[in-house]
């Protein structure tokens, strides 16, 4: 398996067993952005050849329950989403030197370094949070929380057509990141903490909050900056966090990735 990428579940797990009410009851191996080198096929299995570098979608919806005879896979009752302790026993990640996947789970990379086809899952969920949101052209959006949910946000949004796009965070790392996604202002949070304020006259500004902090201070400071009748996508969840000793939320969880957005 090739480099893969972290989600804020994984370190959810890693560092706190779990999140919000979903615990670790037993060892668990962790991972779900991941992407795949096709070492071997199945009986019957086309499309594919050996040595391919392939997307795999950590997703395996039951495809019999309620909600996937209606299509609504993400909304599985028996979903088995790799590196997750929802059921137990738990579906173990993958984090490991081989896996066995579906077909219906892989799709062809081409080009793509093997880094960039593991960022397919978590810029689908961005590409769906936008998809949710509604029209995006033109629109003013507010992305609070740059870690790579956020980034990837304002990549989905400027594809969409926003028009204008600020983004906040308390990090000048995950801030740089952002303004290099194309963000048009970036606003540290920590340092000005006034600044998103002068967004809040006449009611609000923005037209869509895509909220990826989890940060319960970002998520009051972007409705505060969001226009009446504006449009907020929560994609941060934290769960169960207590504040820092510094006083501060953490910020920079994602698992949207994870708990399928309605
Ligand atoms: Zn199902």
Known sequence: MPPAGFAGSDLHYYNHGGFGTVRLKQPMILGHEVSAIVEALGEGVEGFSVGELVAVSPSRPCRTC????????????????????????????????????????????????PGEAAMAEPLAVTLHATRRAGEMLGKRVLVTGCGPIGVLSILAARRAGAAEIVATDLSDFTLAMAKTAGADRTINTKDEPEALAAYSSDKGTFDVLYECSSAAAALIGGIAALRPRGVIVQLGLGGGHEPADDGNHRQGTGLARVLPLP
């Open 66 to 113: 309620k909600y996937c005879q209606q299509g609504l896979h993400n909304q599985c009752l028996n979903m088995r989403f790799y590196g997750s302790a929802m059921p137990f026993p738990h579906i173990q990640g993958a984090f490991r030197q081989s896996l066995v996947a579906d077909a219906i789970q892989c799709v062809s990379a081409g080009e793509l370094t």
